[in-house]
């Protein structure tokens, strides 16, 4: 066992913080060493932990369900763009492991705050919310503000605590227990995809408020403030930079559209007429401000005013690619203003734009096949393209009205509930509603949908090498090499996830070195200078860390009883040939791309599972032994 | 033969149009179109700009839907191309 080059924990709070809501306990424990060295921080810290603590077969939203909320040993430094907090649970809507982030200023609270990742156990007697000032932690009242969305409750805890605080809340939909519900900061940055907000909301727990005034303390500051100059001319030199200021990823609808990564009518089709209002310069007039996130030059988010329509004066987050997407061509639906107000109330009633858009698309599928009618849907006509009823139906799933009650549990039960073959038409994997790119037009990123330790997950592993050509092109339509492809990409996620980078920053980077390389070796010096462990100087170690995390996910649901079967797709994709260019006549060619992943990644070709060797090579021999144990190893 | 070039984004400012068709001789290639034939319309120095910039793979150029990354392509009879700054999506 190698030791610590340096005993002092640089660069991190050094202490986790353990919120018992059930006995109202909050505890500080030391971050474990071995913990930091192994796996980093932010993602693999959340990975680590929750195998750890979380018994397989727990139910999701039971006391026994824990949460862990991360960020990195670079989060609250110089740094830029080390803002993310990573949600890490065990999901109520897919039954997997889920790991969520959301940008924002949270995570560089709670570090200022002293701590390196909260983890969260029990459930609450009635409504509750913690409010964290530096080393004092209360768990309040939350009962006045039950019930409210997601900005009156940052508003009423404000006036409780202090005007500073940074918030992470659950809206109503959380409350509700809708499956896709989410955890949404003061500033709607949202940690979205997996139905978080519902885990807190079976906790009894409405937000955590947090103030803090430490500040980490680097390991070498004068060799990591050149490191962060060095990076701020990198981002300005990037041609990644000034797209994403100027747009941030609205900047790309159009031209993903072309590229035929853009899926439409619940991903029937991939045509729309007029979808030239989503051109970047129409989109850029409703652009009021731009807004970041902590320690971020890029600010690649916006603020929106709509000045006419039936929503005219709204001004809110502008909704992103992926909202854009959910709430637009997958519905049929080019309205921007009923658009931007379906976002709206995602981000209020806290629920998961991509899910929520998805869902609807669904719907409109099957009132147009017949399958539901419009008694079944308290009346609305769902059809394709009806910017009405996409506002409508987003606010019933938020608050489980009506037919809401029933969507509210995700494409796969409601399918299920719904039954006469609408199961046909649930577009997911592993039960997480699919986002934005058709994954027939881009085979290693379609690959990473069906293989995802998360489900339907377009960050796990966006494919910049087939989506964009960059840094180099690979023909995003060839089979071949796809497996390699896609473990690289997933492996490179992991690991900036573990030191808790933003991708859209990496994106930037990586585009201004004109290198993955470099990227990477910029990582390893930035974790080097701030924390003096001798392991994160290797780029080659923070990439092995990635493959560790990676595969440890994996574990975690290979334990809850995942396996081949699981990494699959809908048939849509695999029988109905892509009608138009550029991937005209493709499908999607599930088995023998997982046969091809499944060797490079050394997992077992039959069950997917990762053998023991495998598991050994990347240090996790604990893991390997409990699964053997539960005898899920494959002999 | 004619081809339809539509621009987005800095490049679409630059250039002071949404789009254009262009008439090339048969084997023209995407340098071709960048140099000679935008060159007439847009100027010189902004046509030789924008190849320098697909160069460095600042901008993306798609051809019917697929990039292309090199100024060797040879264009077709109705190939439809997008020119547009390199960017990214996300949730």
Redesign the interface.
């Known amino acids: 066992m190698v030791s610590l080059a340096v005993q002092k924990l640089y660069g991190y709070a050094g202490r986790i913080l353990e919120i018992d809501l059930t006995s109202k306990k909050a505890t500080k424990v030391e971050t474990p060493r071995e913990l930091v060295r192994n796996f980093i921080g932010a993602r693999g810290f959340g990975a680590k932990i929750l195998w750890d603590r979380m018994k397989p077969g727990t139910d999701p939203l039971s006391p026994e369900s824990v949460m862990v909320l991360t960020w990195s040993p670079l989060t609250g430094t110089t740094a830029q763009s080390f803002h993310k907090v990573y949600a890490m649970f065990k999901s109520p809507l897919t039954g997997s492991y889920f790991r969520s982030t959301g940008g924002g200023f949270f995570a560089a609270e709670a570090k200022f705050a002293g701590y390196d990742a909260i983890v969260i156990t029990g459930r609450a007697e009635k409504p509750t919310y913690v409010w964290i000032r530096d080393d004092e932690v209360e768990f309040r009242d939350a009962t006045r503000m039950w019930g409210t969305t997601v900005d009156g409750t940052v508003e009423m805890i404000r006036e409780e605590t202090e005007r500073e605080a940074r918030v992470l809340a659950i809206g109503p939909g959380g409350e509700r227990l809708v499956k896709i519900a989410c955890l949404v900061s003061d500033d709607y940055r949202?940690p979205?995809?997996g139905g978080s907000g519902a885990v807190w909301g079976a906790k009894n727990l409405k937000a955590i408020a947090v103030r803090g005034t430490k500040r980490p303390e680097l390991f070498k500051p004068d060799e990591f403030g050149k490191l962060v100059r060095e990076q701020v001319e990198v981002y300005k030199k990037s041609?990644?930079f000034?797209?994403?200021h100027?747009?941030g990823?609205n900047?790309?609808?159009?031209?993903?559209y072309?590229?035929?990564h853009h899926p439409t009518y619940n991903f029937k089709n991939t045509e729309l007429e007029n979808v030239e209002v989503w051109?970047?310069?129409v989109l850029e007039k409703y652009v009021m401000k731009h807004v970041g996130c902590f320690g971020c030059m890029i600010a690649c988010g916006k603020k929106w005013k709509l000045t006419k329509g039936p929503f005219a004066g709204l001004y809110h987050d502008f909704p992103?690619?992926?909202?854009h997407w959910s709430m637009g061509p997958t519905c049929g639906v080019t309205n921007l203003e009923a658009i931007q107000y379906a976002n709206m109330l995602c981000d209020k009633y806290g629920i998961d734009?991509?899910s929520a858009g998805n869902i609807v698309g669904f719907v409109m599928e099957l009132y147009e096949k017949g399958i539901v009618t419009e008694r079944e849907l308290d009346g609305l006509r769902a059809r394709w393209g009806d910017p009405d009823v996409l506002v409508e139906l987003v606010r019933k799933i938020a608050l489980r009205e009506g037919v809401g009650n029933i969507l509210a549990e995700g494409t796969v039960r409601a399918a299920e509930i719904i039954g006469r073959g609408a199961e046909r038409y649930a577009m997911h994997s592993k039960g997480l509603e699919l986002?934005?790119y058709d994954p027939r037009a881009a085979k290693a990123h379609g690959l990473s949908y069906a293989t995802s330790n998360i489900g339907g997950s377009?960050?796990i592993g966006?494919n910049?090498y087939e989506?964009?050509?960059?840094?180099e092109?690979f023909d995003?339509l060839a089979v071949e090499g796809k497996g390699e492809l896609c473990k690289r990409t997933q492996d490179q996620i992991a690991a900036y996830e573990a030191a808790g980078w933003c991708?859209?920053a990496e994106?930037v980077q990586t585009?201004g070195y004109?290198s993955v390389e470099q990227t990477m070796d910029w990582i390893a010096r930035a974790l080097y200078a701030a924390t003096g462990i001798e392991e994160f100087r290797d780029p080659r170690y923070i990439w092995l860390v990635g493959e560790r995390v990676y595969n440890l996910e994996r574990a975690f649901n290979v334990r809850e009883g995942f396996t081949r079967k699981e990494d699959w797709l809908p048939e849509r994709f695999l029988k109905e040939p892509f009608p138009?260019?550029?991937?005209k006549g493709q499908i999607f060619e599930l088995e023998k791309l997982l046969d091809d992943y499944y060797a490079v990644r050394g997992w077992d070709l039959k069950t997917g599972i990762p053998t023991r060797r495998k598991l050994e090579e990347l240090g996790l021999k604990d893991v390997a032994d409990e699964l053997e144990k539960l005898g899920k190893l494959p002999a | 033969m004619k081809v339809y070039v539509e621009f987005l984004g800095y490049a679409a400012e630059k250039v002071g149009r949404r789009w254009i068709w262009l008439e090339v001789e048969t084997g023209c290639t995407l340098g071709d179109l960048f140099t000679k034939h935008l060159g007439s319309i847009v100027g010189v120095e902004l046509s030789r700009a924008l190849a320098e910039a697909f160069a460095r793979r600042e901008l993306v150029v798609a051809v019917n839907g697929r990039t292309v990354d090199s100024l060797e392509h040879v264009l077709e009879d109705g190939d439809r191309l997008l020119v547009f700054p390199i960017a990214a999506g996300g949730a």
């Not at chain 1, 992103?320 to 909202?323: F, N």
């Open positions: 949202t979205g995809r041609s990644l000034d797209p994403f100027r747009l990823t900047s790309i609808v159009y031209s993903f072309t590229l035929g051109r970047p310069e992103e690619y992926e909202t734009t991509i986002p934005a377009h960050m966006w910049k989506i964009l050509g960059m840094p092109r995003p991708a859209f994106l585009a004109g138009r260019a550029p991937a």
